[in-house]
C-alpha cells in the first residue's frame, strides 16, 4: 500500500482542487503510522472529490487500515476515482471484479477497468490484462502473443509479477517468443530480488535441473524455494519437503521434509498431503500413526490425488488408520484406476479376482485391470496382493458365511450318520461271531 500511495502523492502534484499540503498531511500520517489520523483526513479530501484520496481511502478500506475493512465502501470510492480517470483506482477497481470483493464476480468488467488503466501506462493493470488475454478471460479472445506485448510494457517498468509471467512464456516459448531458459532465468531474477515468490520459485526449479544456463546446484535451490516458503508459497514448500525426503545433493532429512510438507498441507496442496501420509505411514521423520497418514490421504484423495486414493483404497483394505472396509477400499481404487493410476488398477484387478469389497468373482474384469496396469509397466509385490487378496476373500466368504456354514453342517451330519451306521453294523456282527 505504502508505496502506491506515495506514487499517487507525485502524480498528484499538479491537481489544485483541493489543498495540496493536506494531502501530503494526510499521505505523511499514513507513512508514519498514523492510520486513524490518514484515514480522517483521505476521507475529508475524497469527500471533495480528490482522485487520490478517493483512491487511498478505497485502499484504506480494502485492507481495513485505519477504518473496519470494508469491500463495497472500497468499491465505491475506487469507483469515484476511477470515472475521474485515477489509473490506480481503474486497475483496483479491476481486481475487486476479478476476485468477487464488493462487487459481483466479473472477469468482464475486471477487463474493462484494466484497459483503461493500461492504456494509461499502469503496469500493474498492463500485466493483468495480459494474463487475462493468457488465459482468454473476461470475453477476450485466448492471445499469447497480446499478452507477451503487455507483459513487456509492464516488465519494462520493472513491475515484478509482469517480469515473472513474461519468464515463463520465454521458458515455455509461447506468444511468439522462441523457447529461451537463458531469458526466462534473467527475468525470473529481476522478479526474484523484488520478493515476488513465484519467481523465486521458478528460480529456485532452474537451479535444481541446472538450466537456463545455471549450474545445478541444489543449496541455491533450496536458497530460493526458502525465500517463497516464508511468503506462504505452499509449492515451493512442497519442493523443499522432497529435497530434503530424497536427499537431492544434499544429506537426508526426515523431520525438515515433515515440517515442510505440513506447512505445504495445511494450506490444501494435494501432493504435500500425499507425501505427509506417506511419511506418516512409514514413520520416516514423524512417529508412525496409521492414523495420521490415513487422515492426509484422505485429504489429497478428495482433491483427486490418484495415489493419494489408492493408498487409502489400501488402508481400508488392511484396516491401517481405519476400519476395515473393503467397499470403501474398492470405492476409492476405482476413483484411482479410472485416472489411469496403475498401483490401483492392479488393486482393483485383486479385489475382482478375490471377490472383495461386494464385487462378484470377475476374472475378465480381473485380467482387464490387470493389463491396464501392466502396460504401463506395473511390478506387483507379493506381499501387497497377499494381504488385498486375503482382506477380499474374507469379505466375500462372509458375504456367503450362512450358506457356506448349512453346507459344511449338511455334510458334517451325513458323515457322522454314516460313521455310525458302520459302527451299528460291525458291532452285530462281532456279536454274531461271539455267539
Do not use: C
Not at 471533495?48 to 477504518?67: C, K, S
Not at 509482469?162 to 531474477?189: I, W
Not at 451299528?424 to 461271539?434: Q, V
Request: charged share 20%; no cysteine; aromatic share 12%.
Amino acid at each position: 500500500m505504502k508505496s502506491i500511495i506515495i506514487s499517487l502523492y507525485l502524480l498528484l502534484s499538479s491537481y489544485a482542487n483541493t489543498s495540496f499540503a493536506d494531502f501530503t498531511s494526510a499521505v505523511s500520517n499514513y507513512n508514519k503510522g498514523n492510520y486513524n489520523t490518514a484515514f480522517k483526513e483521505f476521507k475529508h479530501l475524497a469527500e471533495q472529490g480528490n482522485i487520490g484520496a478517493q483512491t487511498n481511502l478505497g485502499m484504506m478500506y480494502e485492507h481495513g487500515t485505519g477504518t473496519p475493512k470494508d469491500y463495497k465502501q472500497a468499491a465505491y470510492w475506487y469507483r469515484m476515482s476511477a470515472k475521474q480517470g485515477g489509473a490506480a483506482a481503474q486497475y483496483n477497481l479491476g481486481v475487486l471484479y476479478t476476485n468477487g470483493r464488493g462487487v459481483p464476480k466479473n472477469d468482464k468488467r475486471a477487463v474493462e477497468w484494466y484497459k483503461k488503466s493500461a492504456e494509461q501506462g499502469f503496469a500493474n493493470a498492463q500485466s493483468n490484462l495480459g494474463f487475462m488475454y493468457a488465459e482468454g478471460r473476461g470475453g477476450l479472445p485466448k492471445d499469447s502473443k497480446r499478452a507477451v506485448e503487455l507483459y513487456k510494457q509492464a516488465a519494462a517498468q520493472g513491475y515484478s509479477i509482469a517480469q515473472s509471467n513474461l519468464g515463463l512464456m520465454h521458458a515455455k516459448g509461447r506468444g511468439g517468443l522462441p523457447k529461451d531458459d537463458k531469458r526466462a532465468v534473467e527475468l525470473y531474477k529481476k522478479s526474484a530480488e523484488q520478493g515476488y515468490s513465484i519467481a523465486q520459485y521458478n528460480l529456485g526449479l532452474m537451479y535444481e535441473s541446472g538450466r537456463g544456463g545455471l549450474p545445478k546446484d541444489v543449496n541455491k535451490a533450496v536458497y530460493w524455494h526458502t525465500k517463497a516458503s516464508k511468503q506462504g508459497f505452499s509449492v515451493s514448500q512442497y519442493n523443499l519437503g522432497v529435497i530434503y525426503s530424497e536427499g537431492r545433493n544434499i544429506p537426508k532429512n526426515y523431520k525438515r521434509a515433515v515440517e515442510f510438507y505440513k506447512k505445504s498441507a495445511v494450506q490444501g496442496y494435494s501432493d504435500a498431503q500425499f507425501n505427509l501420509g506417506l511419511m506418516y505411514e512409514s514413520g520416516k521423520g514423524v512417529s508412525k500413526d496409521y492414523k495420521q497418514a490415513a487422515y492426509w490421504y484422505r485429504m489429497s484423495a478428495k482433491q483427486g490425488g490418484a495415489a493419494a486414493q489408492d493408498s487409502l483404497g489400501v488402508m481400508y483394505a488392511n484396516g491401517q488408520g481405519v476400519p476395515k472396509n473393503d467397499k470403501q477400499a474398492v470405492e476409492w481404487f476405482k476413483k484411482s484406476a479410472e485416472q489411469g493410476f496403475a498401483n490401483a488398477q492392479h488393486h482393483l484387478g485383486v479385489m475382482y479376482e478375490s471377490g472383495g469389497g461386494g464385487l462378484l468373482k470377475d476374472e475378465k474384469q480381473a485380467s482387464e485391470w490387470y493389463r491396464k496396469a501392466k502396460e504401463q509397466g506395473y511390478v506387483s509385490t507379493k506381499y501387497d496382493d497377499a494381504s488385498i487378496a486375503y482382506e477380499g476373500a474374507k469379505k466375500g466368504m462372509a458375504a456367503a458365511g450362512w450358506a457356506v456354514f448349512a453346507l459344511l453342517a449338511l455334510l458334517l451330519y451325513k458323515i457322522i450318520n454314516v460313521l455310525l451306521i458302520r459302527y451299528k453294523k460291525r458291532k452285530d456282527a462281532a456279536k454274531k461271531i461271539t455267539q
